[in-house]
């Protein structure tokens, strides 16, 4: 139970730092070093159906803003604090919301701290928001 | 003689036992009271951060007026926290930094580079910053409803060591010394008020002084005076000098802010230099100690003259007594008062801060909000209120200078559910009736997508181009009388697909659609908006029968906008108690309570009404390519004026209507509608945009007849539908060409060639 749990936390935050390197922008800041590593979660679906849609609006990218506090949701999970994880998600957010990589990290933590039902509803809304085949994935494997 | 001699014995006797007996009182009083004193301590309210960044929606303006509020002051070159200088487009600012729930924001001085209307790099020292927030603004209390003390604690540790001395040499020399009250301090606060030629210092030790507040009236006779030092000379015998100084600091009454007393320096530093009392100047120091002896009279606020006489008479004492020096003392001597020099800030959005207060009082006692020191963060945005102000003011004021017409807004950010704004009334300032909560009016049309909705969740019967009758409808009710809805234009349209109904807010099409559905499932799909009070089960509701708020209607439009996922409106993110630790954080938590796909397809019919429909007068303020979806609202004869609506970051809603109900004159679209666009062209920086999820996909349809038709063919234009549900029927027009070129607005979401 206790090993399962914390190869499970590890496998969060792998997650997050993995799709954190997804982003098209690099932060200037190294990010810390992966704890654990996690092949890319392998579910078979459809390809999102996006027909003729055009790039979206050109905001410029707060992903440099996100980076870092991605990467303290993820060791806060990893600590088991979830509530702070959580709160850190929430002000990344606010920061980014729009991003799908912010939705994929609450689907996450939900889903570390017991509430399914709530990650799976996070997850559903951050479909609204994915981009690349990768993140619209993990999404969905929550939606399941 | 030996009888009276035992008789005065006895009196003797019995007058120290009553002594005595009156010590034991004191004693228990104070040993009870002193050692675990409860200081109230208002509920302290913050605005959200003002979150930097590269990249951030900012403009230097917003920026400036942010700082302004925060009371920054504007410098040449900022050397402390709380200075600014601004630049064009670059803004060098000291930030004060901030104990926030998650971590503590250090002071730092930080350069912010803007790029048109966005934030283009943070840095500190050449270096790039990823994310800063600033010390967020205290939007105000929440005190006993009455007024009463309101303090910020501080810690002996933290007063700073000038500040200390300062104190004891004009209050209490003698202070280390003695017992409790002091024959010397009275001899020498006599001898140099005669010196002085006025009034230095009262004979009172600070130990007195402490006792009279905490303990006793301020009337002046022998008894009290006695009870004062026997009081006194207790507090001395129980308690450390370090105590009775700290407890002091924070007691002593500084003056009056409205209806609460401003206790203690450390809110007194705040309240009248917006500065925490460690970063106090030696002048703004020596203004507060002279206070002590008259708040009124030496209000700087009130009394300038006299406070800058008096704040001079402690300098000069403090450097007599060597605990600065002389040259200190003149340098200080020659500052202005250094009073804060914002625009009242505080408790000026009481409509905002009735809906914390609301929202805290499902969790707590009014008792813990005004006495714990809670501090509350909250979402509230003061750059969108300040737009939600100032629009309101503008539109208002160009609809109707009698002033008989009222209005209330909420706006929110949808993608989290917080409440960022709010207006309750057309006297945004001023505390009152706050119809943004409490206003109970029928909402026109405003229901209406809950019928389509309902509709449109049942794809096997229902789509966009589904075909609805317009057409007179008289519906019977048991025991009520027969009900003939009328059209606004008193005309019915025949045949309308149902995308038009709802963009052009036809009523028979809507009141038939509604009725088809049955009034339950339209009851039902307003709960699951998150409407849920002030529904009646009746025809009349299709046509917005019922008593809402302004919040009311925010919140079923919030979970339109989210998409289908209801999320409770929030004001308060986080609540610390007055050590600093969480003690609640009000997450972020979706109900996926409508389906994304019936959802996407209103969320069409909503961006049809303000291209084609009855809401078109938005882009008589917002650009055309701004993508936006909303909906009107008008009731009978024009009482009611709603709209609600959002782009791809903010939600609003409007409502204008008089108080007595009377009749306005406007429809939503000629009244609420202003406001909305008003605002939102100044205030959201992202359009709606478009984001198709799975199980939809468009087709051409004959916008006459609702058949599929093809491209280029007559009244051809594309349509989303949830898949499978598309119409059966096609006309007979093979696709072409489209020689015009000319696109839709929809079909432009796809940035289609011809």
Known sequence: MALSQLLFRGAVVSLVILL????????????????????????????????????????????????????????????????????????????????????LGMAQTHRARGDAAQARATAERGLLYCTTDAQCNALRAFTR | MFRTSHLLFKLALAALVVVGLFMVYLDARITATFSDKMWELSAKVYARPLELFAGAALTPGDLAYELEVLGYRTVTTPRQPGEVSRNQNRVDLY??????????????????????????????GGTGIDLMRLDPVQVGGIYPRQGGEDRLLVRLADVPEVFRRGLMAVEDRSFDQHWGFSI???????????????????????????????????????????TEVLMAVLLELH????????????????????????????????????????????????????????????????????????????????????????????????????????????????????????????????????????SIFTSFDPLLQRQLESSTAAVMEQLD???????????????????????????????????????????????????????????GQFSLATVLSDTPLTIKAAGAKPWQPQNFDRKSHGDVLLYQALAQS??????RLGMQLGVDAVVDMLARLGVEEGVPRLPALLLGAGEYSPVDMA?????????????????????????????????????????????????????AVVHEGTGHGVYNYLPQDFAVAGKTGTTNDGRDSWFAGFSGDLLAVSWIGRDDNGVTGLTGGSGALKVWAHFMSRASKQPLAYRM????????????????????????RILPFITGSEPRQRTDCAPRDSGSGVKDWFESLFGRNG
């Open chain 1, 20 to 103: 954190a390197g997804c982003s098209t922008y690099t932060p200037p800041v190294s990010v810390p070093t992966p704890v654990a590593k996690q092949p890319e979660p392998k579910v078979v679906t459809p390809p999102v159906k996006m027909p003729q849609a055009p790039p979206r609006p050109t905001t410029p990218s707060a992903d440099a803003a996100l980076q870092p506090l991605l990467a303290k949701a993820g060791q806060a999970a990893q600590r088991g604090d979830y509530e702070q994880a959580l709160a850190l998600l929430e002000r990344a957010q606010r920061i980014g919301p729009d991003s799908a990589q912010v939705y």
């Open chain 2, 184 to 226: 010397g301090g009275i001899a020498r606060a006599a001898f140099s008020n005669l010196r002085s030629g006025q009034v230095v210092s009262g004979g009172s030790t600070i130990t007195q002084q402490l006792v009279k507040n905490y303990y006793l009236t301020s009337e002046r006779t022998l008894v009290r005076k006695l």
């Open chain 2, 693 to 716: 999820p799975d199980d939809i996909q468009t087709q051409w349809i004959d916008d006459r007849s609702g058949y599929l038709t093809g491209e280029g063919c007559p009244n051809s």
């Open chain 2, 555 to 607: 919140t079923m439009y919030q979970t339109i906008a989210a998409g289908g996922f209801r999320m409770p409106l929030r004001s308060i993110r986080d609540i610390v108690d007055v050590n600093g630790e969480p003690l609640k954080r009000y997450p972020l938590e979706y109900e996926r309570t409508v389906g994304l796909q019936a959802v996407h397809l209103l969320h069409f019919a909503l961006r």
């Open chain 2, 239 to 374: 308690y450390e000098k370090d105590q009775i100084l700290e407890s002091y600091i924070n007691e002593v009454y500084l003056g009056q802010d409205g209806p609460r007393a401003v206790h203690g320096f450390a809110l007194a530093a705040q309240h009248y230099f917006d500065k925490p009392l460690e970063q106090l100047d030696l002048h703004q120091q020596a203004l507060l100690i002279g206070m002590i002896k008259g708040p009124s009279l030496y209000n700087p606020e009130r009394n300038p003259q006299r406070a800058l006489e008096r704040r001079n008479v402690i300098l000069e004492v403090m450097a007599d007594q060597g605990v600065i020096a002389p040259e200190q003392a003149a340098a200080a001597r020659a500052m202005p008062l250094g009073l804060n020099n914002r625009g009242r800030i505080r408790d000026s959005f009481p409509a905002f801060l009735e809906l914390v207060r609301r929202q805290l009082s499902r969790d707590y006692r009014e008792e813990d909000l005004t006495t714990r020191g809670l």
């Open chain 2, 506 to 511: 036809y009523n028979l099409a809507s009141a």
């Open chain 2, 95 to 124: 930030a004060r930094g901030f104990d926030f729930p998650d971590e503590r924001e250090p002071q730092r001085r930080v350069l912010v580079e803007f790029s048109g209307a966005r934030v283009k790099a943070v840095s500190a």
């Open chain 2, 401 to 459: 200078r009698s002033g008989k017409l009222q209005t209330a807004s909420v706006v929110t950010r949808f993608d989290t559910g917080e409440v960022a704004a709010l207006v309750g009334g057309r006297k945004a300032r001023y505390a009152g009736f706050n119809r943004a909560l409490d206003a109970r009016r029928p909402a026109g049309s405003l229901l209406k997508p809950a019928i389509y909705l309902a509709a449109l969740e049942r794809p």
